[in-house]
């Protein structure tokens, strides 16, 4: 592993600080480097806050030694006025002479224009360090840019039988197939993610808060399918806890693939990452559209004997790891 791995691995490990509080940024990580020693560090804000090469500048105590460093960053600083000035402009007005990077920024309004402006100004700039890492690191950021829609995770709970909920339930409430452990990992996923998303059985038969109860962190938006608006305010799905999105007839045609017209109107309210929750028919219309990127199987230590059928998912399986009883295997599509 050459120096400049290290950093950039580095930066990919601070960089993780960010997950759940920046979007619909970036989660980026920099590292200032003088003489073989790491002298800042920084990583991105909570939206509207400072980006990771602001803080990792601000962070070095004598900033006589800049000119003499190299920074490291996950992503191609930035090149235009949002929330925050470029960062490129302020890594010149500091005058660091080597800027080594991971990839590529693909926004269009950056793509190659903070590198090209580092360069003008005489900056030695290294580019696709740890590339793969780093965009697997930036995956819902290079989804939304790339395929104009979010990054897409499912997720389910099955009973080892193969079940994903009873036939028949006496309260409306969630029947839990997986224990405690494995429903705190729910919740953290929640706080990382943008939103969720279930249909309306879900929320007839479940009334679930869709919020982050057992995790620390900003409750996700709630989205609910409600074809023929069955669905009344009642509901602990459209309590002040966090906002929820209503799609119904009116804003998606049923008659058409249903999944990609969802995407299609999450990527214009900006959300780049969402978990579909549920239910089985609701998982399964992403799955035939295959419109994935991720999946996320409990597998419970429990049996239904009868009850609705799981989703049926070919997919690469990408780990598999074992919560107290509970199995979780993670899963990618075949495709690219």
């Known amino acids: 592993m050459t ?25 980026v990580g920099a590292v200032i480097v003088y003489n073989d020693t790491i002298i800042g560090e920084g990583f991105t804000s909570a939206y509207g806050g400072n980006h990771a090469e ?8 004598d900033k006589a030694l800049l000119s003499k460093s190299t920074i490291y960053v996950t992503l191609e600083p ?84 193969g079940f994903i909920a009873p036939m028949k339930k006496d309260e409306k409430k969630p029947v839990w197939i997986t224990n405690t452990y494995s429903r705190q990992l729910v919740h953290k996923w929640r ?83 969402i978990i579909i929750e549920g239910g089985a028919k609701t998982l399964q219309t992403f799955i035939d559209e295959n419109l994935w990127d991720e999946a996320r199987v409990f597998i419970g230590n429990t049996e239904f004997k009868e009850g609705i059928t799981a989703p049926e998912l070919n997919g690469l399986l990408i780990s598999e790891d074992k919560i107290l009883n509970d199995t979780l295997k993670i899963l990618r599509p075949h495709r690219s």
């Not at 602001?54 to 105590?61: E, F, L, T």
């Not at 890594?91 to 402006?117: L, T």
């Not at 279930?198 to 679930?208: A, M, R, S, W, Y």
């Open 78 to 161: 930035c090149s235009h006025y949002g929330k925050t000035p470029p960062c490129s402009d302020l890594i010149i007005s500091y005058k660091i002479q080597n800027v080594v990077i991971g990839c590529v920024d693909d926004n269009p309004e950056v793509a190659g224009k903070g590198i090209a402006k580092l360069k003008a100004s005489g900056c030695n700039v290294t580019v696709g360090i740890l590339e793969a890492e780093c965009k697997a690191h930036h995956k819902r950021f290079f989804t939304f840019h790339n395929k104009k829609r979010p990054y897409i995770i499912l997720k389910w709970a099955e009973t080892y039988d």
């Open 191 to 273: 706080a990382e993610e943008q939103a969720f998303l279930v249909g309306t059985n879900t929320v007839i038969e479940d009334n679930p808060s869709l919020t982050v109860r057992d995790w620390t962190g900003e409750n996700p938006i709630r989205v609910v399918i409600d074809k023929n608006s069955k669905l009344h305010s009642d509901y602990t799905i459209f309590n002040d806890d966090a906002k929820t999105i209503r799609l119904t007839n009116k804003d998606i045609d049923f008659d058409k693939p249903i999944a990609i017209q969802i995407a299609d109107l999450l990527f214009k309210q900006n959300i780049n990452s």
């Open 3 to 27: 120096n400049h791995d290290i950093y950039i691995t580095r930066c990919l490990q601070i960089a993780k600080n960010g997950l759940g509080t920046t979007r619909p940024n970036p989660m």
């Open 54 to 61: 602001v803080n990792a500048i601000h962070s070095v105590k």
